[in-house]
């Protein structure tokens, strides 16, 4: 049996699509349901549904066999598990944005995120030192009460920072969900999994 930690929010539809594509028979209630373990006997499958950024936790562990995850999540912490495909799904990236013409301070900029490795090895990267506000959601609100003079975070549709008067100014990288597997799992389990992979390579959109 696998089991696979589905993320909650707004990959879960997606995520559970793509199953349902690559021809997994998954109860009716799963969408709509409160419960956060679900087996499915006839598919010899057991899902548990966790946060999406604990995914990875629960995988890390080997409580979960696999489990889908974004590529934001995985590039902000390095974890041991391995990332089997890319699911292709939830596309967004992660971009550093701000006010228009707000200038960067010479001395001390911050920058708030949900992000703060990704931000901090970004600005690294470009030599600059930056004081990093960790936050737990409503980035974009920061900048406009004065927090922070830069975020990073993800942008999508662009909506967000369009109605809070920022922009953006960076790219930092391309974000979709990730297929990822315990390393353990993926030795004992190998055969179940290639053709979990097979299945789902089949139906990854384009
Ligand atoms: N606006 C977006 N559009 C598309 N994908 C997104 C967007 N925001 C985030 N994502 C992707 O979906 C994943 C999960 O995001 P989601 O907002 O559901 O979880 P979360 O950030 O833990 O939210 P919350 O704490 O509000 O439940 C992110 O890790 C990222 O890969
Ligand atoms: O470009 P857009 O399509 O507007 O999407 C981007 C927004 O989506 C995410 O927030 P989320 O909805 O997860 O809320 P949060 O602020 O609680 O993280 C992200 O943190 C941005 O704020």
């Known amino acids: 049996m696998l089991t696979i930690a589905m993320p909650k929010g707004r990959i879960f539809a997606e995520a559970l699509e ?6 997994y028979t998954l109860p009716a209630e799963f969408a709509e349901s409160r419960k956060l373990m679900m087996e499915v006997p006839e598919e010899n499958m057991r ?23 974004g590529k934001d999540v995985m590039m902000e912490e390095e974890r041991d598990v391995y990332e089997l495909l890319d699911l292709k799904i939830s596309k967004c990236h992660l971009a550093v944005a701000g006010l228009p013409n707000g200038r960067m301070p ?15 090895s970004y600005f ?3 030599g600059e ?9 409503s980035i974009e609100l920061a900048p406009l ?13 662009g909506r967000t920072l369009k109605e809070n008067g920022l922009v953006e100014l960076e790219k930092i990288a391309d974000v979709t969900s990730r297929l990822i597997v315990n390393p353990v799992s993926y030795r004992i389990k190998d055969e179940e999994v290639d053709v979990l992979v097979c299945r789902l390579s089949e139906v990854i959109p384009q």
């Open 18 to 23: 793509l199953l349902q594509k690559a021809g």
């Open 47 to 69: 899902f548990i549904l966790a946060k999406p950024m604990d995914v990875v936790t629960y995988v890390e562990h080997g409580v979960a066999d696999l489990g889908i995850a």
């Open 106 to 120: 010479q001395i001390a900029p911050r920058v708030a995120t949900k992000y703060p490795n990704i931000a901090s």
């Open 124 to 126: 690294r990267e470009q």
């Open 129 to 137: 030192q930056v004081e990093i506000i960790r936050l737990n959601g």
């Open 145 to 157: 009460i004065g927090l922070a003079d830069r975020i990073v975070d993800i942008v999508s549709t």
